[in-house]
């Protein structure tokens, strides 16, 4: 039983989010944070409740295989840093989920990135907003931004000048390597992924530097968990050898 003095927090909450019951009012949305306050001490992002509202407000909007693929990098960020000896399960769960919120508003563009970054920084979740950009530089490579026909030259400048300096963290290197690991269907090979997405775009000299810098992710935190990353994704040998069309992930 919620105590009526919380009623309306909660009602807000979920009216900001767009859930509503089935009368049409808004539902009731609990807030639920289980994070480790050792692990987390001052990460600024929502409760992983509030992250699955926003992307299930997102998938009404502009659904599309990118909700699965979100849900998927937040299971597989889960499951790595539940074996990893710094990393908060659920403050994971709730970074792969939040990584491509910005494809609501801009669902095959890379202008997705700095969409994302904007909602999650103008609610004051600074350090899930800074995943929605840091996901797509795991080599710090800028010929992809300076590419991206749908930025103004004002919001590559600002992009570059957020990455640029930028020292990522385990946690922005977790959703770098679990984006990659995570198509809609299951988890995957990382070599079969990249192969995908060369045969569906050119590849340019920048993917190579991507790919090479997620490779060295795999291993940095094989080595940090004591085994294989793949060990830890249920599905990923069937996933993987299972003849699947290319997907839009
Ligand atoms: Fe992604």
Known sequence: MV???????????ASTFGIESSAGQPALLLKHDHR???LTPSLKIPTLSEARALL?????????RWV??????????RLLAQAHPSLD?????????LHDIGRGEAPGSFRHTLEG???LKGRGWDDAAR????????AKDFSQLDAAEDLTEEDRRFVRKFIEPCEDTDYDRLIQLCDALAQAAGFCLLEKRFVDIALRYAPSPASFAKWRAVLELR?????????????????IVENTFRLTKPTAD
């Open 3 to 13: 105590a009526p003095a919380v009623q309306p927090v909660i009602l807000g909450l």
């Open 56 to 64: 299930e407000a997102a998938a009404r909007r502009e659904g599309g």
């Open 117 to 119: 970054y904007r909602l």
């Open 36 to 38: 480790d306050p050792v």
């Open 131 to 138: 995943v929605c950009l840091t996901h797509s530089f795991p």
């Open 68 to 77: 699965g693929h979100s849900r998927r990098t937040g299971e597989a960020a």
């Open 89 to 97: 399960p659920e403050a994971a769960e709730t970074l792969g989920l």
């Open 219 to 235: 291993d940095a935190f094989s080595r940090a968990i004591g085994r294989s990353v793949y060990d830890l994704l249920p599905g």
